[in-house]
């Protein structure tokens, strides 16, 4: 007897990016004979065996059913399957939808399944140029050149964007690392290069600039930083000096403005020395008769004594008159007076 039969067996395996959108062909033929409900159902096969098969879309009794897995991008290609097109439309794939995913169609007594393996590919993306080593004449020079995604397997080409366009001829490529290695570098190799990165289902491009020059004057250098260090360390210890010389004067300052000297008596005030001077003329005139005080002048008690009286011992000394003893003053016709007593403070009592 004949029964149900898919048609679409000739294409089993798809590549697509990342992003695309892919159809998973299942056609098939139902017999006179298969009588029964028409069942199409769609399944992932995981790599591992240990995990079951995940049921991605289904037909059943004229109904569709695609809560399973990613409804919003897995649909029928056919609205109506019972056309004979039970094909699945997969968008926006991801790098998760890699698998091997299996058509299986009944129609009682007839049975068939059909298994596609997809693989989504990630287009490379993110590339990066660089440079590694000195750019010096007569140098080793590494262009490095990297995509950060994007699938197995990548094939990485290096070419001279500017001047001859041309690739040295000491130039090495690796077309697995994407390294380019440029021997024994010259002026000439100065320019532009641009690499580009592919792989079965896109390509990415990214570009360094190169600027060979010559060698610089380590020596000169290496002197200029010498000297410019032992100047500032010498600016450095004179300010420290200063800083510390600064100290000391104003250590010095601050002790010698706060050292009191015992050995100087304090100064006598004004009251006390006119005191004095009135009580010891006063005295001089009491010892002297009439005629031994013509030759003094009289100097009125109600004046103050200037700056001038407040000299130290020994001007006062030069100019203090001199002593008569009683017996002379007795020959000489003096007269005795009595001499009123002063108390402390100068009053006479």
């Known amino acids: 007897t004949r029964s149900l039969s898919i048609t679409s067996a000739d294409q089993t395996m798809f590549e697509k990016a990342q992003g695309e959108k892919v159809t998973l062909p299942c056609t098939f033929v139902l017999s006179e004979e298969d009588e029964g409900p028409l069942d199409i159902e769609w399944v992932l096969i995981p790599a591992d065996n240990q995990k079951k098969e995940q049921i991605i879309i289904m037909y059943s009794v004229d109904r569709i059913y695609n809560h399973y897995y990613a409804a919003d991008r897995m649909q029928f290609t056919n609205p109506d ?17 890699t698998g091997t995913y299996q058509c299986k169609v009944k129609k009682a007594p007839g049975v068939q399944s059909q298994k596609i393996q997809l693989t989504v590919l990630v287009r490379p993306t993110r590339t990066k140029c660089s440079i590694e080593g000195s750019q010096e004449i007569g140098k080793d020079v590494t262009l490095k050149c990297a995509s950060q995604e994007g699938s197995p397997v990548l094939s990485y080409d290096w070419r001279k964007a500017s001047g001859t366009e041309e690739l040295p001829a000491t130039s090495m490529l690796n077309k697995n690392t994407g390294e380019l ?44 930083a010498i000297i410019g260090t032992l100047l500032g360390l010498f600016v450095l210890g004179f300010l420290v000096i200063c800083f510390c010389k600064k100290q000391r004067e104003k250590k010095y300052e601050k002790e010698v403005h706060h050292d009191i000297r015992e050995d100087v008596p304090p100064p006598k005030s ?24 013509e030759g003094y002048t009289k100097t009125p008690y109600s004046q103050v004594p200037s700056e001038d009286f407040e000299r130290t011992p020994a001007q006062n000394q030069a100019f203090a008159p001199s002593k008569v003893a009683a017996p002379n003053l007795s020959r000489m016709g003096a007269v005795p007076v009595m001499i009123p007593a002063q108390s402390k403070d100068g009053s006479i009592v």
């Open 270 to 293: 004004r009251s006390s020395t006119a005191r004095s001077y009135i009580g010891s003329n006063r005295s001089s005139l009491g010892s002297m008769s009439p005629s031994n005080m």
């Open 81 to 97: 399957p019972r056309s004979g097109d039970g094909s699945l439309d997969i968008l926006n794939l991801k790098s998760a939808d």
């Open 181 to 224: 290695l440029l021997k024994n570098a010259s002026q000439d190799y100065s320019g532009v290069y641009s690499c580009v990165v592919s792989n079965r289902v896109g390509t990415d491009e990214c570009s360094v600039e190169l600027n060979v020059t010559p060698p610089i004057n380590t020596a000169g250098i290496i002197a200029g």
